[in-house]
């Protein structure tokens, strides 16, 4: 029976089938085609197999057990894991070339660290490439944290869940296909055409899960795939720019048909906005909106449409545009014409169609996940005298005698207002 070398994952499930599953170690040779030799070593090392399949090491075949070369990688990945911390985006040249002055600096002349190296010392360290996602590490901690300690609980405090409403916009390349794919390895995997067209989106949400339709900016003010009335039963509004993005001309012009929309329903409410120049409006000019801007460079933490709500809708709008092209593929087409053939206001049903199946709840949670909660608290001082004074409120004594009903109300600190009824009867 030809014997194989089992990878540590193989080695982890023989230790399991022996340890839990009650396996003889005859059972285990025939399973696993190895020696009884093979099995007892498994079983000696049984500790270091987990630690090692733990650490995502499980598709390798052999322990780097030699202290140089074990000593030559901890320093390498200490240096990679305070880059990751610093937010510097890492290639595989980077990483070569620090880890040849690491060798160097270790008199490790017989080290080459060469491309061959770095496929295996991925392998030890389990390292992986991938984009970077956000901009989390340029925020400042200290400021996100006061937001959510101080501000937002004042913010669901002074207002129903209903009344608080963010807004915020973001680029959309409506038909461009993935540039990265999978490909038969030897086999020609050229790429095609990319398409460059990119509208904006100007997305509003309120903290109850109720959605605005979406304002949508477009070079043209009247491509040519429109028609007459195409977008009526659209749940969108439209506008153009030069360049298809957001300046103070359109916001105030949104802004004025939302605020007009407010009065007819008598409502006043709270938007929470990042601090854009195309934002700096003339706040008087619309009274039934309270506006309350993000910190600076936090909205990556803060802001409820970066919670998940937009990546929702996007990842939505990619679902259909790929049907759309799965649909087509089977055709005599290329992905170019495929492509090519779609048009604006396709991409305009695709928009209306993901915007309408982002689901209330999937809102909700994200403003949840960023700490904007009903049963948010305020911190206060402890020597602002807010807290002595809540605990007498709450403790007076009530006499219980019909005719008389008084109402005290205490104003406290910055516009704050906390109101007892306290119902005292006469006889």
């Not at 396996?23 to 270091?48: G, I, P, Y």
């Not at 209903?162 to 086999?187: G, H, M």
């Not at 105030?252 to 929309?261: A, G």
């Not at 109402?407 to 119902?423: E, P, Q």
Request: hydrophobic share 40%; net charge positive.
């Amino acid at each position: 029976m030809p014997l194989r070398n089992l990878t540590l994952n193989e080695r982890n499930k023989l230790i399991n089938n022996v340890q839990i599953d009650k396996f003889k170690t005859k059972d285990a040779e025939v399973k696993f085609k190895v020696s009884r030799w093979t099995v007892s070593r498994c079983l000696n090392n049984s500790q270091e197999i987990d630690e090692a399949v733990q650490n995502g090491l499980g598709k390798r075949k052999r322990f780097e057990r030699r202290p140089e070369v074990l000593d030559h990688d901890e320093r390498v990945k200490k240096w990679i894991l305070s880059c990751q911390d610093k937010g510097l985006p890492l290639s595989a040249t980077l990483i070569i070339e620090y880890a040849k002055e690491e060798a160097e600096n270790m008199d490790r002349d017989d080290l080459k660290c060469s491309w061959s190296w770095f496929s295996r010392f991925k392998e030890r360290i389990n390292l992986k490439l991938g984009r970077t996602n956000g901009e989390k590490k340029s925020v400042n901690l200290k400021i996100v944290e006061y937001w959510k300690t101080n501000v937002i609980p004042r913010i669901m405090i002074d207002w129903q869940s209903e009344f608080i409403y963010n807004c915020d916009e973001t680029a959309l390349f409506w038909r461009q296909i993935p540039v990265k794919t999978y490909f038969i390895s030897k086999l020609d995997h050229s790429g095609t055409k990319i398409f460059h067209e990119r509208i904006s989106i100007l997305f509003c949400v309120n903290r109850n899960g109720d959605k605005l339709p979406p304002l949508v900016i477009n070079k043209a003010k009247k491509p040519q795939c429109f028609y007459a009335n195409c977008l009526d039963n659209l749940f969108i509004q439209f506008s153009h720019q030069t360049n298809a993005w957001m300046n103070k001309e359109l916001f105030v012009e949104w802004l004025t048909t939302f605020h007009n929309s407010l009065a007819v329903e008598g409502k006043k409410i709270l938007l929470i906005l990042d601090n854009f120049r195309g934002h700096r409006i003339v706040e008087s000019d619309f009274p039934l909106i309270t506006f309350k801007f993000l910190p600076s460079g936090t909205t990556s933490l803060t802001q409820p449409l970066d919670a998940g709500i937009i990546r929702s809708f996007k990842s939505k709008y990619l679902s259909l545009f790929v049907r759309k092209i799965i649909s087509e593929i089977n055709s005599t087409k290329h992905i170019t014409e495929i492509v090519g053939a779609f048009n604006l206001l396709d991409a305009l049903n695709w928009l209306d169609t993901a915007w309408k199946s982002v689901s209330s709840e999937t809102i909700v949670n994200c403003w949840t996940h960023f700490g904007y909660k009903v049963d948010s608290q305020p911190i206060y001082d402890d020597d602002d005298g807010t807290n002595n004074l809540s605990h007498l409120l709450n403790n007076l004594t009530i006499e219980t005698q019909p005719k008389h009903i008084c109402w005290c109300v205490v104003n406290i600190l910055d516009g704050f207002t906390v109101g007892y009824t306290f119902i005292r009867f006469f006889k």
